[in-house]
């Protein structure tokens, strides 16, 4: 075995036996501990997938569109000739370390602070489950191993919503279940159309189309993107969202926000637009046309919203819809902006959770009628969460921005009067997600301190800055240096847009 082959296996087995191990220890902080340290080495083997020979060392005749770096192909069930094919490249090896780096960040924030409502020992083994579920998502090269991890997920973070969540916890928990499984149903038929159609579910032989017909191609892109809609979630299947964020643990929305959500977007891409290339074709103004509405409804509900968690839940339906333009283009420069724009989300909105659960925990409330004058009080806090509001708005030079940008000047190369005026839509949602992050910050940590702020909490716990400060410095990092996401993610894309039609 090599050593991206060991890596492989035991990025998805190290969190498995850790979760196994957390469930089996009987004291509480020491399974914490445990679970915190497999998370670690977990992101270590994550981060060195990176390593050894980049390039493409299968022999065949004709380059296929997938090419991963490294990959694991073993029997799984041979009479049904499914197989254990695992594989890492430039367009998911950044999401499976955002993946292993946010929940090392969740695991160790719960060794200082447990939601009420369960164990700690309990929340951290199920952390690891669905980190487990969502690397084999990123990981999976067949078909049928894919839909098996992406189920993985749904259980343990119904579990996690329900039993840590708050007040109304157990009807988000149904909400997110209930439209989960919607999906998963329609993911069912449309792999099912895919493999009965095509013979294999080898992910690598379908890209490009796979020898199947217009008709199939269309029939399964339409099952296949509702699916990965509803997980995303594209507007307008989006309504399970906000409750969610709003009830889940601070650890819980960071997850799903950071990414959980980035299972859709890199399903539609890998999947949806890899094995059915003229059905994304044939859809592409469509989605493109639904990207913009998500981008402007969700701006605007923002500027309404008077609670924290909900504004930044509805925050995401907005980028998540840069996201979806960029893939509509069918362009190499609009995945690439859809990829980077994916994991900026993860980094940039996953601090914006940390942050929005301190200041629930200090003030009791999210009310932003109620969080006035943080800066008062709380000054570095308030520092923190402008920084946050800042990055997720585009500013340039944070990683907010080049997914964003991006993704309208892609709809704006596209050309003719249909993408062009998607690209000054798209950009003018951008200046309302200026606007209500703005008015969040003019809310939330101007004017005097309201008696919620003021007796609330002034200083940080050092817990708190090693969660967020490898955020912090992430933003910064892929806003300075975009090419720690675009540079490994180039030559992925380049092939997958050329077996495009």
């Given at each position: 075995?090599?050593?991206?082959?060991?890596l492989?296996v035991a990025?998805?087995?190290?969190?498995?036996?850790?979760?196994?191990?957390?469930?089996?220890?009987p004291?509480?902080?020491?399974a914490?501990?445990?679970?915190?340290?497999a998370?670690a080495v977990?992101?270590?083997?994550?981060a060195?997938?990176?390593?050894?020979?980049?390039?493409?060392?299968?022999?065949?005749?004709?380059?296929?569109?997938?090419r991963?770096?490294?990959?694991?192909?073993?029997?799984?069930?041979?009479?049904l000739?499914?197989?254990?094919h695992?594989?890492?490249?430039?367009?998911s090896?950044?999401?499976?370390?955002?993946?292993?780096?946010?929940?090392?960040?969740c695991?160790?924030?719960?060794?200082?602070?447990?939601?009420?409502?369960?164990?700690?020992?309990?929340?951290?083994?199920?952390?690891?489950?669905?980190?487990?579920?969502i690397?084999?998502?990123?990981?999976?090269?067949?078909?049928?191993?894919?839909?098996?991890?992406?189920?993985?997920?749904?259980?343990p973070?119904?579990?996690?919503?329900?039993?840590?969540?708050g007040?109304?916890?157990?009807?988000?928990?149904?909400?997110?279940?209930l439209y989960t499984?919607?999906?998963?149903?329609?993911?069912?038929?449309g792999?099912?159309?895919?493999?009965?159609?095509a013979?294999?579910?080898?992910?690598?032989?379908?890209?490009?189309?796979?020898?199947?017909?217009?008709?199939?191609?269309?029939?399964a892109f339409i099952l296949?993107?509702?699916?990965?809609?509803?997980?995303?979630p594209?507007?307008?299947?989006?309504?399970?969202?906000?409750?969610?964020?709003?009830?889940a643990?601070?650890?819980?929305s960071?997850i799903?926000?950071?990414?959980?959500l980035?299972?859709?977007?890199?399903?539609?891409?890998?999947?949806?637009?890899?094995v059915?290339?003229?059905g994304?074709?044939?859809?592409?103004?469509?989605?493109?046309?639904?990207?913009?509405?998500?981008?402007?409804?969700g701006?605007?509900?923002?500027?309404?919203?008077?609670?924290?968690?909900?504004?930044i839940?509805?925050s995401?339906?907005?980028?998540?819809?840069?996201?979806?333009?960029?893939?509509?283009?069918?362009t190499?420069?609009?995945i690439?902006?859809?990829?980077?724009?994916?994991?900026?989300?993860?980094?940039?909105?996953?601090?914006?959770?940390?942050?929005?659960?301190?200041?629930k925990?200090?003030?009791?409330?999210?009310?932003?009628?109620?969080?006035?004058?943080?800066?008062?009080?709380a000054?570095?806090?308030?520092?923190?969460?402008?920084?946050?509001?800042?990055?997720?708005?585009?500013?340039?030079?944070?990683?907010?921005?080049?997914?964003?940008?991006?993704?309208?000047?892609?709809a704006?190369?596209?050309?003719?009067?249909?993408?062009?005026?998607?690209?000054v839509?798209?950009?003018?949602?951008?200046?309302?997600?200026?606007?209500?992050?703005?008015?969040?910050?003019?809310?939330?940590?101007?004017?005097?301190?309201?008696?919620?702020?003021a007796?609330?909490?002034?200083?940080?716990?050092?817990?708190?800055?090693?969660a967020?400060?490898?955020?912090v410095l992430?933003?910064?990092?892929?806003?300075?240096?975009?090419?720690?996401?675009?540079?490994?993610?180039e030559?992925?894309?380049?092939a997958?847009?050329?077996?495009?039609?």
């Open positions: 075995m090599s050593l991206g082959e060991f492989l990025v998805l087995a190290v969190p498995a036996l850790g979760a196994v191990a957390v469930a089996a220890t004291r509480d902080r020491a914490r501990v445990i679970g915190t340290v998370a977990t992101l270590l083997a994550a060195l997938l990176a390593l050894g020979d980049r390039t493409w060392s299968g022999y065949t005749p004709v380059a296929p569109a997938v991963p770096w490294h990959r694991v192909d073993l029997p799984w069930v041979p009479g000739e499914l197989r254990l695992l594989g890492v490249d430039g367009i090896w950044p999401l499976v370390v955002l993946t292993a780096l946010l929940t090392l960040l695991c160790g924030y719960t060794l200082w602070k447990v939601p009420d409502g369960g164990s700690g020992r309990a929340l951290v083994a199920l952390l690891l489950v669905v980190e487990v579920g690397l084999g998502t990123f990981l999976a090269l067949d078909l049928v191993l894919f839909f098996v991890f992406f189920e993985v997920v749904l259980l973070m119904y579990a996690v919503i329900a039993g840590w969540g007040a109304d916890r157990r009807r988000a928990a149904r909400k997110f279940a499984l919607l999906g998963s149903v329609l993911l069912l038929v792999v099912y159309v895919v493999v009965a159609a013979g294999t579910a080898d992910l690598v032989a379908l890209t490009g189309g796979g020898g199947l017909s217009r008709g199939t191609q269309l029939a296949l993107a509702l699916a990965f809609a509803v997980k995303s594209l507007w307008p299947l989006h309504s399970w969202l906000p409750d969610a964020h709003t009830q643990p601070t650890v819980g960071v799903l926000a950071g990414v959980l980035k299972m859709g977007t890199y399903g539609l891409i890998r999947v949806a637009v890899g059915a290339p003229e994304a074709r044939w859809a592409a103004p469509v989605l493109g046309a639904l990207a913009v509405a998500a981008i402007l409804v701006a605007l509900v923002c500027l309404a919203q008077d609670e924290l968690k909900r504004l839940a509805y995401s339906v907005g980028h998540m819809g840069f996201v979806l333009l960029g893939v509509a283009t069918l190499s420069t609009g690439q902006a859809a990829l980077i724009g994916n994991v900026a989300h993860g980094v940039i909105t996953g601090l914006l959770f940390f942050l929005a659960g301190a200041i925990d200090r003030a009791h409330t999210g009310s932003l009628a109620d969080l006035s004058g943080l800066r008062e009080t000054p570095r806090l308030a520092g923190l969460l402008g920084f946050a509001a800042v990055a997720s708005l585009g500013l340039p030079g944070l990683a907010g921005f080049w997914g964003e940008a991006f993704a309208v000047i892609a704006i190369e596209v050309g003719g009067a249909f993408w062009t005026t998607l690209g839509l798209a950009a003018l949602g951008g200046a309302l997600t200026a606007a209500y992050f703005l008015r969040l910050l003019r809310r939330v940590t101007h004017g005097r301190p309201s008696p919620a702020v007796r609330s909490t002034a200083g940080l716990a050092g817990a708190e800055v090693t967020w400060a490898p955020l992430l933003a910064l990092a892929v806003g300075l240096a975009p090419a720690l996401v675009l540079g490994v993610a030559a992925p894309v380049d997958l847009v050329e077996v495009l039609p």
